[in-house]
């Protein structure tokens, strides 16, 4: 299975993280985080078949406890 479907649950969960984790960010810089974390796919860029590309909540967390200066279940 694929699409929006498929993908809006992952995307989330993966949301839901971040917030726990970071609960002073906003809509725009979840977003932000995500697609810019996401592993591209397919062409260079994002794309109508694979949009940004794979999720990478690792590396998600990474960035925004970089950006944030906060460890994993510091907050």
Known sequence: MNGTSMAA???????ALLLDQHQS????????LL???ARDLGP?????D???GMLDVTAALDAAHAV????LGAE
């Open 35 to 37: 697609t810019g974390t």
């Open 9 to 15: 649950p992952q995307v989330a969960a993966a949301a």
């Open 50 to 52: 694979t949009g940004f």
């Open 25 to 32: 960010l906003t809509p725009q810089s979840v977003a932000a």
């Open 68 to 71: 944030l200066g906060k460890t």
């Open 44 to 48: 260079s860029g994002p794309d109508t």
